[in-house]
């Protein structure tokens, strides 16, 4: 059975508030409260003469001789995108723990120097105008990678016909082979084209101005570039320290590499895996007290979300800014920020088969989730389709330590003190989220705006969970449910 505790007591319990003066923020752009606008392409070139032939139909080009031009960038420096950082356990007691200790002065220039060193050859890297890849020079009138040139290349001199295509394709380094149509349609509104061709080096007048503006570009970043470093590293620290079900950890547990892992794929397994697990969690693990061994599957979800929240509790405290902000406002961010939040972490717990649950313990299948009556089965079925979409923005544990902080710190939760402060706190984690994006992810240039509609998502998926539950009540009279969830969709409902 499970204390009778409230949300608020025990949120209460875990933070320590401290009321020293907050640091000074910078000022942002604030995300937008409801709507996001798409990102979309906007370069759109004179199309040449010469290709007026690409009509409704067909693509129709006249033979023609195509002179090859190659203005070759130097190699990519090979430096390693990913933060180091040593995973930490993490002490699950409700002691009042101290906030994430200071980098030392090394540390500190270590991260900034490696860091910088990324920025700079993340600038330098110039992207494909087709699709997004590296640039390997000046072909044909733009800025393209090898393989849009070679493409280019081939279509004008073997004057090739695409099947017409109505579907506006997206155009990327993944997708750029799927519908040589609408790729080689973008090659023509980009600008391409044989009459654009230039013979020998890039004039230097040009060379000169693009690296003028990469300068310029730097410099523009150097002021608040060191700060925004401490707050990544701070917060990838903590993130490691609280969440040991990190995207790393559970992609080599996922790939067979690690861990002694449960399937479960029909009800014969689902009571064999009861068993499994109170063997493994009695003989390796002190999380769970000796009575919590025998609950069901169900109840063991819900305890694993309980935990999740204090967790959570524990990261935001890290937060700079954080603990200085109303005691009433950080317990509102919390409820509002707990299931959203758990959402992110499913993200890397799922595949396209199943999911993890039991700390990596179990992998229960997808299969065996649609075979479960509603709403169970709708409880993380419905979701699929966003984690599929999540995980492919190939986010790194860092990245991830970033978003959750922005997610938690939304200044339009219902019943806010002081939003203004929490908004002007975002504004800070959010710049620094972009930063690093374009560090980590110099070949995802609309990655920052794609995350921004996540929360947007997500708040959606947060609302059709908590209908589930209320239906799960209904349908389920004897089901206890765990009191902190209770109260947390209460508010939600």
Do not use: W
Not at 13 to 40: D, E, F, K, M, Y
Not at 467 to 488: A, F, G, Y
């Amino acid at each position: 059975t499970f204390e009778i505790i409230t949300f608020s007591s025990a949120i209460k319990s875990l933070i320590s508030v401290n009321h020293s003066l907050s640091p000074a923020l910078l000022h942002s752009v604030r995300i937008p409260g409801s709507s996001l606008g798409s990102v979309c392409d906007t370069d759109r070139e004179k199309v040449d003469p010469c290709i007026q032939s690409f009509g409704l139909g067909q693509i129709g080009l006249d033979k023609m001789r195509i002179h090859t031009f190659d203005m070759t960038f130097p190699s990519k420096p090979d430096s390693s995108s990913s933060i180091s950082g040593e995973d930490s356990s993490s002490g699950f007691g409700l002691s009042n723990e101290p906030d994430t200790p200071s980098l030392r002065e090394d540390e500190k220039h270590s991260f900034s120097s490696k860091l910088q060193d990324d920025m700079n050859a993340a600038l330098l890297n110039l992207e494909c105008k087709i699709c997004g890849d590296r640039a390997s020079g000046y072909h044909y009138g733009v800025y393209a990678c090898e393989g849009c040139k070679g493409f280019f290349r081939r279509t004008v001199r073997l004057n090739l016909r695409y099947k017409l295509c109505s579907q506006r394709c997206q155009v990327h380094k993944k997708s750029r082979n799927k519908c040589q149509f609408c790729r080689f349609k973008k090659c023509v509104l980009a600008g391409m084209s044989h009459t654009a061709i230039r013979f020998g080096r890039t004039p230097l007048a040009e060379r000169e101005k693009m690296f003028m503006e990469f300068h310029m570009l730097v410099r523009q970043l150097e002021p608040k570039s060191e700060k925004q470093q401490a707050l990544a590293r701070n917060l990838y620290d903590s993130y490691l320290k609280n969440f040991p079900m990190t995207r790393s950890r559970t992609k080599s547990i996922l790939s067979g590499k690690d861990g002694d892992l449960f399937v479960i794929h029909d009800m014969k397994s689902l009571m064999a895996g009861e068993e499994f697990l109170k063997r493994k969690l009695s003989s390796v693990s002190t999380l769970f007290p000796a009575a919590e061994l025998e609950l069901s599957m169900f109840r063991r979800v819900q305890h694993g979300s309980a935990e999740a929240v204090r967790r959570l509790t524990q990261f935001a405290k890290s937060v700079p800014g954080f603990r200085e902000l109303e005691l009433s406002d950080q317990i509102t961010m919390l409820k509002y920020s707990a299931l959203e939040v758990n959402i992110i972490h499913l993200s890397h717990l799922t595949n396209k088969d199943g999911v993890l649950m039991a700390e990596g313990c179990v992998f229960m299948t997808r299969e065996f989730i649609k075979s479960l009556r509603k709403p169970f089965c709708d409880m993380i079925e419905t979701k699929f389709d966003f984690l599929a979409k999540f995980r492919a923005l190939e986010l790194e544990d860092c990245d991830l330590a970033l978003f959750i902080a922005a997610v938690i710190l939304c200044g339009d939760r219902p019943g806010l003190v002081n939003p203004k402060a929490i908004e002007t706190l975002q504004d800070e984690v959010l710049q620094a989220l972009e930063l690093q994006l374009k560090v980590q992810h110099p070949e995802s240039p609309r990655l920052f705006a794609k995350l921004l509609q996540k929360m947007t998502d997500l708040r959606s998926l947060v609302a059709e969970h908590v209908r589930n539950i209320h239906l799960l009540k209904k349908s389920e009279m004897d089901l206890c449910l765990h009191p902190l969830l209770l109260e947390i969709m209460q508010d939600l409902n």
